[in-house]
């Protein structure tokens, strides 16, 4: 602060200039808690410029201090100066520029409110105006159809003189003077509708700016449109329009048009609520429930009625029903059949099949490589099960990899009979297998040809010629010895005969004359689905008929879905496939399972409905799916032959033939037994699949199921039975083909355990060093005995120690010595299952 109290302190350095035009002061604050603060406040002035003539007497005036309120203007020039008045302190000087601050914001106040009444009251005469011009308007409008009314009736008086005065003998010129006054359109009539008295209502509306209320002109308030005065906005040309024709109908007939009631065809399922039903009678949903309370029934409009309530309710109302039934939801692709002009060719469908050790997967690997466009590539990598091969000629082949058959039979099995040609790949060193076998009973089933691919010639113990002999058993004839088969020879490892075998393709798929139509929605069938963890529900589709396109929205199996991207076998997106063009499709609501049929529909409230009503059967069918005795088959059936399928598979090709003939001697001309299949070797994921597609018991002697195959065959609820002597196999199928049920006998399985070592225990005996693999082993419990999936033997525990102590149990992960009775056939390897047998009586 300055030491001088007299001067005003100052902020920083002193403007330059004549006169100072910020003056400084201080503002102590007090708080309510004692603290007190002091602030510098800065007050501008206005700096005045006088005119030119002025100059010497603003020159000579003394700088006026602050006036007090009010303000006195500045004196003229005096003759002689005067001492200068005392300079006020710094807190007066704050109170008098506060009170010219509030002197100056009145003044601005009343500036502008009289601004706004100035803009009101140009509003007002402006809108003033503007109804005299309409009135104005309105009243040429009437006089000038009161002129054309005038000249209208004029002219009709005239016309009706002349056709009164007219000669009888010319009735033509009247009759056509006549006409041509009936030709002529009637002048439109319109009656003024005067406006509806209404009583006034005020409404105090806030004072807003000039710019506020020259905005709102031209808008409709409360205070206009309640105001019975002229300035009410007139009727729009659409309203006068209007106004014409309906009096113009009403002058014309008579009296107001009566709409017909119209007659529709409603279509009822056999549930419907009643608001549905009443969106399809095109009727007022409050209609349909009174009718419904009048007939005895309360209900809402969200509420399912039957289809006989809603016939009386159809009829009631004057409409035609359509009866429907929960059936006719599903698509039929079988009537659907395609004009034989709109077919175009298509690549054909090659399922490759055989043993796993015949070389399938190097043959594979070789056509691959048969691929001109993937050996430009440098290869390709198999993404999906199916992927195409373009060949050196330009052809497309589209190849199913469907390992261990499993995939072919369910698509059998739900007759999606997709393929078209199928490659039986055999070793020419090891001849016929049991899945080979297999393989040629699937492509029986199916219907499709096939050609036999000699594999492995390239070896030195190789005989092609041993091989054509063995599938003679099977009913396989290849051209070599007067049969219909195509064979060749093909080495994948060396890759000899291939362009043969696509030659043989191309031969088969001619012959056969593959076309499709392209143009219309898309059908196709899943080969492989699976859930990814990061893109959902992928199902590999292969296109049957149509194109497949991105957006498309379809209903697959129990599912439905939208196409949100498509992936083609080599990785590539892509936006459409067509027939024989196998496809990963993204955008599904669910995993459906292989071989379900893609159809492409027209909405998603279609797909939810068809999707629905699958979800419903696939439900009763679960539901519904417990045993049922053969008497109340004999009773719904008496007159038909009853088949009782099964499918058998035991440990050597003996042992399978004994059972398929006692099994036929046992049946009668009442009830039969099919063999859906047999052979010899463990059970399978095909054996599982091929009994699910019959509901057929699958019976297994000394052999066990794989762990894949357990597991299908608990998803898919397959009945599996093990037996191990053929008597008690015969008689347990006898008693339940006569309706008698056999006790259900329940094995539980609460120990594994691996043999590692085998040790001799006395003179003939021999003990097996086992690692307890899971659950528990105890003493004396039943025991089987396996050797890759077939049962050596069936015995129990007789001894068990561990290190030199006798123990009662030895759970897993634990090493012990154990003794089993009645056998000493023990290899290093095998497995030993430990199990209890419970049986219970079965009810029906």
Same mark, same amino acid.
Request: proline share 6%; charged share 30%; net charge negative.
């Given at each position: ?9 100052? +902020? ?22 004692? /603290? ?18 002025? #100059? ?40 008098? *520029? ?23 009251? /140009? ?13 104005? /308007? ?21 016309? !009706? ?65 309640? #105001?019975?005065? %002229? ?81 009386? @309710? ?147 113990? !190789? ?5 054509? &002999?063995?599938? @003679? ?5 290849? =051209? ?61 589709? +292969? ?58 529909? =027209? ?10 009503? *699958?979800? &419903?059967?696939? @439900? ?38 004994? $059972? ?65 002597? $053929? ?25 594994? #355990? ?19 693999? %899971?659950?528990? $082993? /105890?003493?004396?419990?039943? !025991? ?45 390897? %095998? ?8 049986? *219970?009586?079965?009810?029906?």
């Amino acid at each position: 602060m300055s030491d001088n109290n007299g001067e005003k302190p100052v +902020l920083g350095r002193k403007p330059l200039g004549l006169k100072r035009t910020v003056e400084a002061g201080q503002v102590q604050q007090s708080f309510s808690h004692g /603290r007190k603060n002091t602030v510098v406040v800065e007050v501008k002035r206005r700096r005045i410029i006088g005119k030119p003539g002025e #100059a010497e007497s603003a020159a000579s005036a003394p700088e006026p201090a602050a006036p007090p309120p009010p303000p006195v203007a500045a004196q003229p020039a005096r003759p002689a100066p005067a001492p200068p008045p005392p300079r006020p302190s710094a807190t007066d000087s704050l109170l008098s *520029r506060q009170e010219m601050t509030a002197r100056l914001m009145r003044e601005a106040e009343e500036a502008r409110m009289t601004e706004l009444e100035e803009a009101r009251r /140009r509003e007002e005469a402006d809108r003033a105006a503007a109804n005299e011009e309409e009135k104005r /308007r309105a009243e040429e409008n009437r006089r000038a159809e009161e002129e054309a009314q005038r000249q209208r009736e004029a002219a009709e008086q005239a016309a !009706a003189e002349a056709a009164k005065n007219a000669p009888a003998a010319e009735p033509a010129a009247a009759q056509d003077s006549s006409g041509s006054s009936e030709e002529r359109p009637a002048i439109r009539r319109f009656t003024p509708v005067a406006p509806v008295k209404r009583p006034e209502v005020k409404v105090e509306r806030p004072k807003r700016g000039a710019t506020d209320d020259r905005r709102q002109s031209g808008k409709l308030t409360v205070n206009r449109a309640l #105001a019975d005065d %002229d300035s009410a906005r007139a009727r729009s040309l659409a309203a006068l329009r209007r106004a014409r024709e309906k009096e113009y109908r009403r002058t014309h007939s008579g009296g107001p048009v009566q709409r017909e009631k119209q007659s529709r065809d409603v279509v009822v399922p056999e549930g419907i609520t009643v608001g549905e039903l009443a969106n399809r009678m095109a009727e007022k949903g409050a209609d349909l429930v009174k009718a419904l309370f009048k007939m005895g029934t309360p209900v809402t409009i969200n509420d399912v009625i039957d289809q006989d309530t809603a016939e009386l @309710l159809v009829e009631e109302f004057g409409h035609r029903i359509t009866r429907v039934s929960e059936s006719d939801v599903e698509i039929d692709t079988a009537a659907d059949i395609d004009a034989s002009e709109s077919l175009k060719p298509r690549p054909p469908v090659v399922t490759i099949m055989g043993h796993v050790d015949h070389g399938k997967t190097s043959l594979l690997d070789a056509l691959r490589g048969t691929d001109v466009v993937a050996g430009e590539a440098g290869g390709i990598t198999q993404h999906i099960g199916a992927y195409q091969v373009k060949t050196k000629s330009g052809e497309i082949i589209t190849f199913l990899d469907t390992p261990g058959h499993e995939a072919f039979t369910e698509m059998r099995a739900r007759g999606a009979n997709v393929t078209d040609i199928v490659v039986l790949v055999v070793a020419a060193d090891d001849g016929l297998m049991p899945q080979t076998v297999e393989a040629i009973n699937h492509t029986k089933a199916a219907g499709v040809p096939m050609i036999v691919a000699i594999n492995k010639i390239d070896k030195h113990e !190789a005989n092609p010629q041993k091989v054509r &002999e063995r599938l @003679l058993e099977h009913d396989i004839q290849v =051209e070599a010895m007067g049969g219909d088969t195509q064979d060749v020879e093909v080495s994948a490892l060396k890759k000899l005969g291939l362009d043969t075998l696509i030659e043989k393709i191309l031969l088969q798929a001619e012959l056969l004359e593959l076309k499709a139509n392209p143009d219309r929605s898309a059908e196709g069938a899943v080969v492989e689905a699976q859930l990814d963890k990061g893109r959902g529900p992928v199902a590999t589709i +292969l296109v049957g008929r149509g194109t497949l396109r991105v957006g498309d929205i379809f209903v697959v199996g129990e599912h439905s879905g939208k196409v949100r991207a498509m992936v083609n076998d080599k990785g590539e997106n892509v936006k459409s496939a067509g027939p024989s063009v196998p496809v990963e499709v993204l955008g599904l609501a669910g995993v459906p399972l292989a071989g379900d049929q893609l159809s492409v529909v =027209e909405n998603e409230a279609r797909a939810r409905e068809v999707a629905t009503y *699958r979800q &419903e059967q696939a @439900l009763k069918k679960r539901t519904t799916a417990a045993p049922t005795s053969f008497e109340h088959m004999f009773s719904a059936l008496n007159t038909q032959v009853i088949e009782y399928p099964v499918v058998v598979k035991a440990d050597t090709q003996g042992s399978v033939e004994a $059972i398929v003939n006692s099994l036929n001697r046992i049946s009668t001309d009442e009830i039969k037994v099919r063999i859906l299949h047999s052979g010899a070797g463990a059970i399978t994921e095909s054996d599982v699949t091929l009994a699910a597609a019959s509901r057929a018991p699958l019976i297994g002697f000394n052999v066990r199921p794989n762990p894949k195959a357990r597991q299908l065959a608990e998803r898919d609820k397959i009945s599996l039975r093990y037996y191990d002597v $053929i008597y008690d196999l015969i008689e347990e199928v006898r008693n339940e083909m006569a309706g008698q049920l056999a006790p259900e006998r329940i094995e539980t399985v609460i120990g594994m #355990a691996e043999v590692l070592q085998v040790f001799p225990a006395g003179k003939k005996d021999k003990a097996a060093g086992l690692l307890v693999v %899971d659950g528990v $082993i /105890r003493k004396g419990l039943n !025991a089987r005995l396996t050797r890759d999936n077939v049962i050596v033997s069936a015995t129990t525990i007789a001894s068990l120690r561990r290190f030199k102590d006798d123990v009662a149990e030895v759970r897993a992960g634990v090493e012990c010595g154990a003794l089993l009775a009645d056998t000493n056939d023990i290899k290093v390897g %095998d497995t030993l299952e430990l199990f209890e047998v419970e049986e *219970r009586t079965r009810t029906l």
